[in-house]
């Protein structure tokens, strides 16, 4: 009797075993089909346009962005912002501003470079003047600011301001922008624009992007470039050389090719970029 037992539970624990076994098998086999059928058929992924940008000579080219998106209070606003890099040419960096609801913070995208101290000044400033401006209470949102650009040598400036301040309106306010308008200028508390440099260098680069109105800050529709030349003088038995600067004033739109238009205040320029 015992060894009836004994033999009943050895068949047993065989059954229990070579199931095991079969359902490893099995799930191995499960596995494998579904990854030959994924590899067969991968799941297409929707790509952002933003993200597959080629950078141009003058930055961003005019390929297009997706520049608005909302959703349940959520807003995100992308607008091209001319720049100047390390060499002094007109590039172009695109500006993402996102608002959610939330606790008022402020956020800015560690890492990148081109949030130093005067960015991140303007930032504060902007958002202020975005706050009287729509009546909104910014400690309901949390903003995050996002720069990109086509290198990490872009000079750092408060000339990013004024577009810093658009896009906060119009993120707050659910608005999508004119994308065929940029503008440059500097942001003071009350809303007005500042004056800033490099403004044919930078209509330049908001002609290659492919806009046709560039926003400027009152009196720099025409800008000074400084042209060099050598000029050489015979003393006794030498010769001496020295590079002369000479100022030379230029119509921004007649040199650019590009629409320019001086504003004073963000309020002024809301009426361009919001149609």
Same mark, same amino acid.
């Given at each position: 009797?015992?060894?009836?037992?004994?033999?009943?539970?050895?068949?047993?624990?065989?059954?229990?075993?070579?199931?095991?076994?079969?359902?490893?098998?099995?799930?191995?086999?499960?596995?494998?089909?579904?990854?030959?059928?994924?590899?067969?058929?991968?799941?297409?992924?929707?790509?952002?346009?933003?993200?597959?940008?080629?950078?141009?000579?003058?930055?961003?080219?005019?390929?297009?962005?997706?520049?608005?998106?909302?959703?349940?209070?959520?807003?995100?606003?992308?607008?091209?912002?001319? /720049?100047?890099? $390390?060499?002094?040419? *007109?590039?172009?960096?695109?500006?993402? @501003?996102?608002? =959610?609801? !939330?606790?008022?913070?402020?956020?800015?995208?560690?890492?990148?470079?081109?949030?130093?101290?005067?960015?991140?000044?303007?930032?504060?400033?902007?958002?202020?003047?975005?706050?009287?401006?729509?009546?909104?209470?910014?400690?309901?949102?949390?903003?995050?600011?996002?720069?990109?650009?086509?290198?990490?040598?872009?000079?750092?400036?408060?000339?990013?301001?004024?577009?810093?301040?658009? /896009?906060?309106? $119009?993120?707050?306010? *659910?608005?999508?922008?004119?994308?065929? @308008?940029?503008? =440059?200028? !500097?942001?003071?508390?009350?809303?007005?624009?500042?004056?800033?440099?490099?403004?044919?260098?930078?209509?330049?680069?908001?002609?290659?992007?492919?806009?046709?109105?560039?926003?400027?800050?009152?009196?720099?529709?025409?800008?000074?470039?400084?042209?060099?030349?050598?000029?050489?003088?015979?003393?006794?038995?030498?010769?001496?050389?020295?590079?002369?600067?000479?100022?030379?004033?230029?119509?921004?739109?007649?040199?650019?090719?590009?629409?320019?238009?001086?504003?004073?205040?963000?309020?002024?320029?809301?009426?361009?970029?919001?149609?």
């Amino acid at each position: 009797m015992v060894m009836e037992e004994e033999q009943n539970s050895k068949r047993s624990f065989r059954f229990i075993v070579v199931s095991l076994l079969v359902i490893a098998i099995m799930f191995s086999f499960l596995n494998l089909a579904v990854r030959i059928i994924s590899y067969e058929n991968p799941v297409e992924e929707k790509e952002d346009s933003y993200q597959n940008l080629e950078f141009s000579e003058y930055g961003l080219g005019n390929k297009e962005i997706d520049g608005f998106f909302s959703l349940n209070g959520s807003t995100r606003i992308k607008m091209y912002l001319p /720049a100047v890099d $390390a060499e002094g040419n *007109g590039t172009n960096t695109i500006l993402t @501003v996102e608002v =959610t609801p !939330g606790s008022g913070r402020t956020l800015t995208d560690i890492d990148n470079l081109l949030f130093w101290a005067d960015t991140q000044h303007s930032i504060r400033i902007a958002r202020r003047v975005a706050e009287n401006m729509t009546g909104k209470k910014v400690e309901r949102y949390d903003i995050v600011y996002t720069i990109e650009a086509p290198n990490a040598s872009l000079i750092g400036g408060p000339s990013a301001g004024a577009a810093l301040a658009i /896009a906060t309106i $119009a993120a707050l306010e *659910g608005r999508e922008l004119n994308d065929k @308008v940029m503008i =440059t200028g !500097g942001i003071n508390h009350d809303g007005t624009i500042s004056p800033v440099s490099a403004i044919l260098e930078k209509a330049q680069a908001a002609k290659k992007t492919g806009a046709t109105l560039f926003l400027v800050p009152l009196l720099q529709s025409r800008d000074v470039v400084y042209e060099e030349s050598e000029h050489c003088e015979v003393f006794g038995s030498s010769e001496i050389c020295t590079t002369e600067t000479r100022p030379k004033k230029v119509d921004v739109a007649k040199e650019t090719g590009i629409e320019v238009v001086e504003v004073e205040t963000v309020e002024d320029a809301m009426g361009y970029f919001f149609e």
